[in-house]
């Protein structure tokens, strides 16, 4: 018998219903879901329907074996693809929101945040790819978590991997949108019911569940937005897009939400940041102290100053409230010396500060903001601003749009309500964790979708940006500590590497892009070609990805925009493997991030 027939006897023999095993565990990254209504739901909460009679919603109760519900708490600013970046221990992001400031471009990068997709969300088995389908979101998010829940059911089915990892945007939109979201989680928990069910019957076991969410919702209603624009205008700033003079200041804004990021001279942060502290609607107020590495100051509105110190080869932190108490933190630091938990200079572990401030108004609020501030995205802001609660931070457009529709409830902010996710298991008691340590409850998350072997794309690269990786996943993640320090790669994958040989090469043309949609562009003159033919020689080779250094004559415009593309021959073929815009450093060198 032939090995391939016996191989395929084997199968039969192992998978007889469906021909895949289903997966063993499934985890639901759950947009949004906030510890404080998850907890309510699993106790039981009483709602009254139209008819004002009133009536028991409760859902993931013990009753089905799911453990009492966790505190999973984000990142500072408390939203979706910082926090989730670091849940899954990726790579930072450019931003902490798709629309940010690069610092080596020095610009103000807005991409389009409905239509993109970031590294967590690719890594999923299923999850809306479609930009109309999440669009739709914000005007039908019921409707939308719906198809969202009939697509993760169906795709359930089909998978044959050990994890299937699945992502819902919508239960965000629907608490933005000021729905119900106890009816969206009542309805969630039936539809899991009936998977595991069906799933019981088939496999003889139970599904394993794990539900985390990136965040917590405040219910605060719609917030009153902060004149930041006007109030720093009249002070003698200019809002801009790029930093060219000490004035100069660029605050990118994307959504609705309690917090604000901006970017400055460093020279000005100081200054700035205490006018900052007279807006209305700023709650507490953190920033980098310009030429002090980790050293970070937290003011509130009421005059309190205090300072944030960070050990990084201990990780631990040191508070010092010089004036007030901005973060209420005092009475913390007086029960870690009871405890004797702090050393000889007054710091403690981020451990020992997250088990003493779990539950409190600010939660681990010292690793958060220190993280926030240095490498929660890889373009961090040198101020960031947590409002009250009653305020939000929107661009003009985007809260003019939204008085169309009902605006309820958002996040962002340092404060429990908006920081508290959930995570919640029917397998195994979890406890009150972070964004940056959730991972480690659940073997780092194995077996995410790698979409590198699966896609064509393309980034330019840098042995800092992707030493900030916290979890290494695939072979560049360890293999990029053979490169050198100050140069910028090339990264490309492709499932088609699979099939030719090392030396087949890479096509790559160049264009800056127009500046205005129509306006003309001498192809001739413009188009840059390269031939990339020498991948970087790593001992433990990828067969669907190649890393080339940058040819250190490519000098382009400085602090431009480009396009790139790049092609390759197989069997004949011309076969696109990427396009991508780029910008430039002030060197005229691409800009990795
Ligand atoms: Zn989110
Ligand atoms: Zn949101």
Excluded at 155 to 165: E, H, V
Excluded at 480 to 485: C, I, N, T
Excluded at 551 to 558: A, D, F, H, K, T
Aim: proline share 5%.
């Amino acid at each position: 018998m032939s090995r391939c027939i016996f191989f395929l006897l084997l199968a039969v023999w192992i998978f007889p219903a469906t021909g895949v095993a289903l997966p063993t565990r499934l985890v639901l990254a759950l947009d949004g879901i906030a510890y404080r209504d998850m907890k309510a739901l699993q106790e039981g909460v009483t709602c009254t329907n139209f008819w004002g009679r009133q009536f028991q919603r409760r859902a993931f109760s013990s009753d089905e074996g799911y453990f009492p519900v966790s505190r999973m708490v984000s990142t500072f600013p408390s939203t979706s693809d910082v926090a989730w970046t670091d849940i899954f221990g990726d790579r930072p992001l450019p931003g902490y929101q798709r629309t940010y400031f690069s610092t080596a471009a020095n610009s103000e990068i807005i991409e389009n945040g409905v239509t993109t997709s970031m590294e967590h969300e690719r890594q999923m088995n299923w999850q809306v790819n479609s930009g109309f389908i999440r669009s739709m979101g914000y005007l039908y998010p019921v409707h939308i978590f719906g198809y969202e829940l009939d697509g993760l059911v169906k795709n359930f089915w089909k998978s044959g991997d050990a994890n299937f990892y699945t992502y819902m945007r919508s239960s965000d939109d629907a608490q933005h949108m000021d729905r119900d979201i106890f009816s969206l989680l009542c309805n969630l928990d039936r539809q899991l019911q009936d998977l595991r069910a069906r799933y019981r019957a088939q496999e003889g076991r139970d599904l394993q569940i794990v539900i985390l969410s990136d965040h917590g919702h405040n219910h605060a209603g719609p917030g009153q937005r902060v004149e930041i624009q006007s109030f720093l205008k009249k002070a003698g700033y200019r809002i801009a897009q790029s930093i060219v003079n000490p004035k100069d200041v660029v605050i990118p804004t994307a959504g609705i939400e309690t917090w604000v990021e901006i970017h400055n001279s460093p020279a000005e942060t100081e200054t700035l940041a205490e006018l900052l502290t007279h807006l209305k609607g700023v709650d507490v107020l953190t920033a980098r102290i310009p030429d002090q590495t980790n050293r970070f100051i937290v003011m509130d509105s009421k005059g309190g100053r205090a300072v944030i110190e960070w050990n990084p080869a201990k990780n631990a932190f040191r508070y010092s409230a010089e004036t007030g108490d901005p973060l209420d933190y005092r009475p913390v630091n007086e029960s870690l010396a009871q405890k004797n938990l702090l050393d000889a200079d007054g710091f403690a572990t981020a451990d020992a500060w997250m088990d003493e401030t779990m539950t409190n108004h600010f939660p681990l609020a010292l690793e958060r903001i220190v993280r926030g501030l240095t490498r929660s995205t890889l373009n961090p802001a040198t101020i960031l601003i947590s409002l009250d609660s009653h305020y939000v931070n929107a661009g003009w457009l985007v809260q003019k749009g939204s008085q169309l529709v009902t605006c309820g409830s958002t996040h962002g902010g340092l404060d429990d309500l908006d920081s508290d996710g959930i995570l919640l298991s029917n397998f195994k008691p979890t406890k009150d964790d972070s964004s940056d340590r959730v991972a480690g409850l659940f073997d780092n998350f194995p077996g995410l979708r790698n979409y590198r072997a699966e896609e064509n794309g393309a980034e330019w690269v840098t042995k800092e940006e992707q030493s900030l990786t916290r979890i290494a996943r695939v072979r560049f993640d360890r293999n990029y500590k053979l490169l050198p320090d100050d140069d910028v790669f090339l990264r490309i994958w492709s499932p088609q590497f699979f099939t030719v040989d090392d030396e087949t090469p890479v096509e790559v043309a160049i264009k800056k892009t127009p500046r205005f949609a129509n306006a003309q562009t001498d192809k001739e003159d413009t188009d840059l070609h390269l031939t990339f033919d020498q991948p970087v020689d790593f001992p433990d080779k990828c067969a669907y990805e190649r890393i080339y250094a940058c040819p250190p004559g490519l000098v382009l415009e400085p602090q431009a925009e480009y396009q790139i593309s790049g092609w390759m021959q197989n069997q004949g073929e011309n076969i696109r493997l990427f396009e991508f815009i780029f910008h430039t450093n002030n060197r005229g060198r691409p800009a990795a991030f």
